[in-house]
């Protein structure tokens, strides 16, 4: 594994932190969050100077690089404002699905807009609960088509996206004892999906999570992403690329959060004297500095992992999501402890961040699934 970036990662770094402190208005931002807005104008000039899809091949809109860039380019992101560089980085949830089992038409249709900036997609994956089991959507195939009925759950960016690739239980099954998962390309504005009120979280306040009903919508076949029975096997592809990248969003708040912590000790004075040059401070301070590298380390090598195909992919973006998310979470209260009370204001990022590395700590999987899914490997 090389520890060293190429040129080419460091422009992209380098970039995307001169976008980030040039663009991410703490204003803008401010207001963004409050009044739960997506930064529509901020993904469109990150499309344009070709941020989003950077991972995407050049005939698809993209730059044809890694997992990696686009992970150095989110750190950046998130560094600078945990809320606009989380939503930028959720406004392609389902283009990696259909980039790695799509066809080519669905790619053109699907993945050139979104780099232009023209469009936004989302995932389907959850399950609505009743009386503690879950209810999957119905997926019934016909010779033509497939009829979806059911509802989905937390549906990131459901009112602004223009397709959702959506899970269903496809049936009839081969096989009547089996259960087979079809992934379905659909169009938010068909006739029969309805987006049902927002859920409103704990953070990413600019992002909007819903649920989605589906009465009876009539899904071409030519829609359905690559094979009808793989469904199960795409979700979790799809879980792994998730959680490295959350994995660097958590990277990058934990970092800005870090930086104000370190900037407010230079500042603050207290008896006479700048807090930084208490010990108490300075043992703290370290401490998170400590545990950024160290989480710095683990995403990088999950996301080089990724690029690579290596074998342990699973358990490797399970450690990096669980490790950073937990870090960021850690660095955000500490870094609000060291601001005092101005730390629990509004008007300060700190706070924002805080709430966004909790809820992204639960984004995806909890962090209790991925210390089970870590075990289980362990043992295996």
Known sequence: ????????????????????????????ALELDKEGKFP????EKACRLGFVGIDYPEECGGQSLGLFENVLMTEEFCRKDSGIGISIGLADMASGIILRHGNE?????YLVPVTQGKAINTVAVMDPFDGGNPVPAKAEATPSEYVVTGKKTFVVNGPIANIMVVFCEGYPAPDPKSVRSVALII????????????????GLWMTSVNEVSFDRVRVPKGHVVGEPDKGAEYVNAFLVEQRIKTAAQALGIAQGAFNQAVKHSREREQFGRKIAQFQGIQFMLAELYTQI????????????????????LEKMSSIAKLFAAD??????????????????????????????????????????????????????
């Open 327 to 380: 870090v960021a979470v850690r660095t955000a209260l500490d870094s609000i402890q060291i601001h005092g009370g101005v730390g629990l204001m509004r008007e300060y990022s700190i706070e924002r961040m805080f709430r966004d590395a909790k809820t992204i700590q639960n984004l995806v999987e909890t962090n209790l699934v991925e210390r089970a899914l870590i075990g289980r490997s362990v043992i295996s």
């Open 105 to 109: 038409k669905q790619k053109q249709s």
């Open 40 to 43: 529509k104008s901020l993904f």
């Open 187 to 202: 169009d938010k504005n068909q006739e029969g999906v309805k987006v049902l009120d927002r859920r409103r979280m704990m």
């Open 293 to 312: 590298e160290a989480a710095r380390s683990l995403v990088y090598r999950a996301a080089y992992s990724y690029d690579a195909k290596s074998s342990d």
């Open 1 to 28: 594994m090389q520890f060293e970036l190429t040129d080419t990662q460091k422009d992209i770094q380098k970039a995307a932190k001169e976008f980030a402190e040039k663009e991410f208005d703490s204003d803008l």
